[in-house]
């Protein structure tokens, strides 16, 4: 069942003078369940594209749908409520609030639902135990690791079970260890609990943990690739393969 239907989309800046037209007419449908990847080069439209999907930019032309709700013409207070409902999000440096506690902020999702305290620290025990975070519950973010600020970004997202997540290079300020613990436990989500991910990466390897990957290429959809049965290492040799024949989709 699709989770996200986005059709013709188009992104412009700028005026009649001076256009620059980034996203070109994209179609792209995201099952429930996914874990989709988006690559491309630096100025491809990758970030522009997962900003009017996850309705933090608006689209110039084309419409987007989630979880059957087409969002692209609401109004402004519209809009909050549903990615107070819909919407999950985890970007590149971590969003924390510095003054709460890791508990704290990842139960600030549910601050604005009216979920009893009881209900509320039930879903922290577990999205904290599932990203192992739980233990750091009363520190604050000036005393954990970028890994651990991540992996609480991520619970904060988790812990109003949203219909989908969308994560802008989350492991780009992080160690390849810490990366690699954020993704697997990603992964593992994305496993249980049929969490439908997007995720904007430039890392093949962040890629790889993907169930798919979608390429972008000067604001079109280049090509993409399905993961299927492979291995996560018969999958990263696909995904250079391609960033070979894209001339390369490093930043």
Do not use: W
Not at 30 to 57: R, Y
């Amino acid at each position: 069942m699709a989770i996200l239907q986005a059709n013709k989309i188009y992104k412009t800046y700028g005026n009649k003078f001076n256009k620059q037209e980034v996203l070109k007419g994209i179609d792209l449908t995201v099952e429930k369940g996914e874990f989709v990847g988006i690559m491309g080069a630096s100025g491809s439209g990758k970030t522009t594209l997962l900003n009017v999907l996850s309705s933090i930019d608006r689209v110039t032309r084309g419409t987007i749908e989630i979880e059957g709700k087409e969002f692209t013409a609401m109004k402004e207070k519209q809009l909050a409520e549903f990615r107070k409902q819909h919407l999950g999000f985890i970007f590149q440096d971590y969003n924390l609030l510095d003054t709460l506690t890791v508990k704290e902020n990842v139960l600030l999702p549910l601050s604005i639902t009216g979920i009893s305290k009881k209900d509320a620290h039930r879903k922290f025990e577990q999205v904290a135990g599932e990203l192992g975070i739980y233990e750091l519950k009363d520190k604050y973010p000036a005393e954990i690791s970028g890994g651990q600020k991540q992996r609480t970004s991520a619970a904060r997202a988790f812990v109003h079970d949203p219909g989908i997540i969308f994560a802008d290079e989350p492991t780009g300020a992080l160690d390849s260890k810490s990366a690699s613990d954020l993704l697997n436990k990603l992964a593992d989500m994305n496993q249980k609990h049929q969490a439908t991910i997007v995720m904007v990466t430039h890392d093949p390897a962040a890629a790889s943990y993907c169930s798919r990957v979608v390429f972008i290429r000067d604001g079109q959809v280049y090509t993409q690739l399905n993961k299927g049965e492979e291995d996560r290492q018969s999958f990263f040799n696909d995904i250079i393969k391609t960033q070979g024949v894209l001339g390369g989709v490093q930043q």
